[in-house]
DNA sequence: ACGGGTTGTGCAACTAGTTGCACAATAAGG
DNA sequence: CCTTATTGTGCAACTAGTTGCACAACCCGT
């Protein structure tokens, strides 16, 4: 039950299309919350017949068909409502565990080179993160809204920087092909 | 598509009744993959169709009405496959970190509570990972199935190491409730 | 022996997310 | 101009997970 919230917090920090949001997803918002553009434009249309968000009047009318979304004060306050309600915490699910899991039993062969393309991946993803430290979050910040956005940016380091390392580790732990375990 | 491989491994590692799963699943399967004894059940009643795992004898004929259930060579080989096959990690989405977002936008009015909460939550966790580390991995570990096993319930007290530390310092940079910021 | 909790199994309906496709409008290239 | 690529919007069908309920059997106390 998010993803409109998602899209709400989305839209309050700039008014978008459909288009803008789906591509806002893909970097931002989506490192948390991710959405392809068939969600987002399903979820606008009931985001707008619910009264929580209204289509902002083309300027250029009709021309390129774009339709921007602003929210309303009954959007804002549905948000501040679910901001500040009490959520457990969804179960996880990590399917990179559970194959380390199932491979304890049936034996790592054919792992290695998925975990090596995992690394990467997240090494790419903790160096964009700090690339974005870098370029918004200099030194010496004030506001709040920015210490609570550099906040939830710091978290996505943290967390890329525990699986570089742990897939770091768990490559080294890795038996060689001779001595793997193989059960019948 | 990895409940019915979490449920081939929690059977590898031991063949077990419907319940004992959910058990199962609720203690140390569950902690990267969880699920209700409603998918569990459902899953068994497939994997069995498609040939991969079979219900044992009852010891004890009719008696408790209890299903015991064995992973055929067929479940073997394809947790083997799946294991080994390339995966895409699955897109994240982490609800409180999107709420601390929405909040750096609608304000922490309410927040801080449920903070709280998830904090003391995290901490529990990580106590009860701590606690069976100590019990099943002691020091001086030896084959390559234990060290995998630890290896993922490394990655456990990790992860929420990290939420008990990250949900610490943002309940401390919160701001007091006089200048918090409140747009209108 | 009977009423109430616990154990164990399961169906049905719903919700959220994913995948696959469609199609109009405009921009870009020959 | 005419075609092709890209932009922008959206529906439909499917899959995985969740919620709510049902119900038989056994176990225990009175």
Redesign the pocket.
């Known amino acids: 039950?998010?993803?409109p919230h998602a899209i709400l917090t989305a839209l309050l920090e700039r008014p978008s299309?459909?288009?803008?949001l789906?591509r806002r997803f893909d970097r931002s918002i989506g490192y948390f919350w991710?959405?392809?553009?068939?969600?987002i434009?399903?979820e606008?249309?009931r985001l707008e017949a619910e009264g929580h968000i209204r289509a902002l009047p083309a300027e250029q009318p009709?021309?390129?068909?774009?339709?921007?979304y602003e929210v309303l004060p009954a959007g804002r306050a549905e948000l501040a409502r679910w901001t500040a309600a009490a959520q457990d915490p969804?179960?996880h699910?990590d399917a990179m565990l559970l194959r380390l899991r199932a491979a304890a039993v049936v034996g790592t062969a054919g792992l290695e080179a998925d975990l090596r393309r995992h690394l990467e991946l997240h090494r790419r993803q903790l160096a964009e993160y700090e690339e974005i430290e870098e370029r918004d979050f200099p030194p010496g910040e004030d506001s709040a809204q920015a210490r609570l956005q550099h906040l939830v940016l710091r978290a996505g380091i943290e967390l890329e920087t525990f699986w570089t390392r742990w897939l770091t580790e768990a490559l080294a732990g890795l038996p060689a092909a001779e001595d793997r375990p193989q059960e019948p």
């Not at 299309?17 to 803008?20: E, P």
């Not at 991710?34 to 969600?39: G, I, R």
């Not at 009709?62 to 921007?68: E, I, L, P, S, T």
């Open positions: 039950m998010s993803l299309s459909g288009l803008d789906t991710s959405a392809t553009h068939q969600q434009y399903r606008l249309g009709a021309r390129g068909q774009k339709k921007a969804k179960p699910r």
